[in-house]
């Protein structure tokens, strides 16, 4: 045997064996076992002899203790032990129930209370690194962003794997540390941890097995590692077909879904015979009935739908709507295209990209797109299609009742176990990411329209028409939610301090440092400045981080001065964009900036009220009070949907208006207090 992995390591056996005597090997005899080599059979004082029936012994096999019952579906109480087997070389821990195994089990450490019930083969075959240092192919079919995945791979180091390739150092060092990491996992024994279920299932290759989890019905594994913990349990089910994969904790896969070198993170979910190969799914992703090849599935991409396929690109905070399709083949030097759909956009039904292209972050794409298009520097808008042609309206979705909903519900839906988050994730709907790109947009709106004329019906802009009218809109609503960000960050560091004087006002927009007040990047749902990557990369390169927990707790440290960047960002842009000084702010000065935030946040507010508004109007009731009239149509109308009045998300919008006003007068009347 090779030296133990990490999941034996956490079950070593410190427990008494001895070997069996004559009058044993004589109970085990009568009782239907047999083997070749008794010698090779140890067990401990409290191993029931008479719990051990039909069993056949190769190899080394040691049994724990047995004892106890175990509950079955529909309230069936069964003894504990090991009937109609073929043990071989097995180390088995407390209280099995290991039932009708059609074949044999091979090269297995067995924890204590599992159970293991009418399932065909379940082995390892030979040294296994059970699915770490599997490569896969994502973003680009044609090869060239390949990870190797492993066990505790995040969307971070993922991301920048896949996206810094011409950094030669930082990857070739990167996959060095995975190659070190994924030797101390090999071995040529397995392990199904503790409190593990599998029922009914049909064959198992070289795939460890974490404690608590449930296997019920699979089809076949084949080199892999299920990451369970017993307070994140993983979940596989009714003829899943797995190769080269890593399951992580609070997973689950089920109703034959085919999954061929994947890595599927922390809470996904993959259901309803959806297929998957080449890809990552990082934390809260969901994938039924459709497809997926060579995707880079960030932090809650979701597709549902049994048309949809998604095919060499990157998502994340992602919806697919159903017949959503991107072509990455010009049928010329093969599938060697990729796309990127920035953090929350979404696709329609029958929607169509070509790649390559990159949709900007929360941009709805509708309907079907023959050329190669570029929005990443217009997020918040709308990408549909008219005459064949790709009409983009800047910023519109900035007013959509559904962005707003979007981004609260996503915390909300955290299916991972707080002790368990591996994926580093920042919520944020407005952050310094998306801000300075609605920044840079309002420049480029503002450019279009003085170089080609405020008389033109159309611009053209990469691939894409704006309109003019659409134009003019964006330069608003981008202008209204920078200045809802700003003042929300004005507020924010005035909130708890008590100010008395102008001196302690200056003192309290002091920015911490010069960190954060450029570009900022979303790696792959952490929001950051760009030089804290660089940095954080090149002492990867330089090995002052060499090992992969060094580079995720780097990476969480980064995280965790967020907030502290954000105001280095937002202090630059109050500077530009109101054109003050802070360190010689006034009162008066911050509070015109607070006036202009409550103009802009019930403005905003008062659009995304109208936008729900359309929910509730008559041409939505259609279909409702179907053998009545008008009024009953209204009536049937109300008992299911409900009253626009009394909606939750109407309620709240209203609600944060006058919570919004409450505390902007809030926050004036105590401007108005410091003394010069």
């Known amino acids: 045997m090779t030296s133990l992995n990490h999941f034996q390591k956490n079950t070593t056996d410190s427990r008494s064996y001895f070997s069996l005597s004559e009058s044993q090997i004589s109970i085990l005899i009568a009782q239907g076992c047999k083997s070749k080599t008794w010698g090779s059979v140890w067990i401990t004082k409290d191993t029931d002899l008479t719990k051990i029936q039909n069993v056949t012994f190769s190899s080394d096999v040691k049994i724990a203790a047995i004892s106890g019952e175990n509950n079955a579906f529909g309230g069936v109480i069964r003894d504990n032990g090991i009937y109609n087997v073929h043990l071989h070389n097995c180390n088995i821990g407390d209280n099995p129930f290991i039932n009708n195994i059609k074949n044999y089990i091979a090269n297995y450490i067995i924890g204590d209370n599992v159970i293991i019930d009418n399932t065909g083969r379940i082995a390892v075959n030979g040294v296994s690194t059970f699915g770490n ?23 971070q180091i993922a991301y920048i794997l896949a996206l810094y390739r011409h950094r030669s150092d930082l990857v070739s060092n990167l996959k060095q540390m995975i190659h070190t990491y994924t030797e ?104 039924f009935n459709g497809e997926a090849s060579s995707i880079f599935a960030g932090p ?59 949709i900007g972050a929360f941009t709805l794409v509708s309907g079907r797109h023959y050329n190669n298009v570029d929005s990443s520097k217009l997020p918040f808008s709308y990408l549909i299609e008219s005459n064949d042609e790709s009409i983009l309206i800047p910023g519109i979705n900035l007013r959509s009742v559904g962005t707003v909903r979007d981004a609260k ?20 709907l407005l952050s310094p990411f998306t801000i300075h790109k609605v920044n840079g947009a309002l420049k480029i709106l503002k450019d279009l329209e003085l170089l080609s004329g405020s ?51 200056i003192a309290v927009f002091h920015a911490n440092s010069d960190i954060g007040k450029g570009k900022w990047l979303d790696v792959s749902g952490m929001i950051c400045p760009v030089e ?21 707790k780097e990476l969480n440290i980064i995280h965790a001065n967020y907030y502290k960047y954000e105001w280095n960002w937002a202090s630059s842009l109050i500077e530009k964009h109101f054109k003050i000084e802070l360190d010689k702010i006034t009162p008066e000065d911050i509070i015109s900036i607070v006036e202009q935030w409550k103009k802009s946040v019930v403005e905003l507010d008062n659009l995304l009220y109208e936008d729900a508004k359309k929910e509730f109007s008559l041409s939505t009731q259609v279909g409702f009070g179907v053998d009545g009239d008008l009024k009953e149509r209204a009536k049937d109308f109300a008992s299911v949907r409900g009253d626009f009045n009394s909606n939750p998300t109407v309620m709240e919008i209203l609600n944060h208006i006058a919570r919004k006003t409450k505390l902007g007068d809030s926050v004036i009347r105590k401007l108005k207090n410091i003394k010069a």
């Open 133 to 155: 240092g599997t490569i896969v192919e994502a973003i680009n079919e044609g090869g060239g962003r390949e990870i190797p995945i492993y066990d505790n791979l995040s969307a």
């Open 184 to 287: 101390t996992i090999k071995s040529d024994i397995g392990t199904i941890s503790n409190n593990v279920m599998i029922l009914n299932c049909n064959s198992i290759k070289n795939t460890n097995i974490g404690p608590n989890a449930r296997l019920e019905g699979v089809g076949s594994l084949k080199n892999g590692s299920i990451n369970s913990f017993p307070d994140a349990p993983v979940y596989v089910g009714s003829e899943v077909v797995a190769e080269n994969f890593i399951f992580s904790s609070n997973a689950s896969i089920d109703n034959a879904s085919i999954i061929t070198n994947c890595f599927i993170g922390q809470g996904c979910a993959l259901d309803k015979h959806y297929s998957a190969e080449h890809s990552l799914f990082f934390a809260n992703c969901q994938g």
């Open 300 to 358: 809650y991409t979701v597709t549902h739908h049994k048309s949809t396929l998604l095919i060499a690109g990157m998502f994340s905070f992602m919806n697919a709507g159903s017949g959503s399709n991107q072509s990455n083949h010009m049928y010329k030097l093969g599938p060697i295209h990729q796309g990127i759909l920035e953090r929350g956009a979404k696709t329609t039904s029958n929607s169509y990209i070509l790649w390559p292209s990159k």
């Open 409 to 428: 519900k996503w915390a909300k839906r955290d299916k991972r176990h707080e002790n368990h988050k591996t994926d580093i994730i920042n919520f944020n």
């Open 455 to 505: 008389n033109v019906k159309e611009y053209n802009y990469f691939g894409m028409k704006i309109k003019a009218s659409s134009l003019k809109k964006g330069i608003n609503i981008y202008n209204i939610v920078i200045n809802k960000f700003l003042g929300n960050s004005i507020i924010s560091k005035m909130e708890g301090k008590t100010i008395h004087s102008k001196a302690e006002l």
């Open 532 to 552: 804290t990557i660089d940095e954080f990369l090149g002492k990867i390169e330089n090995k002052t981080i060499d090992c992969l927990e060094k580079a995720q």
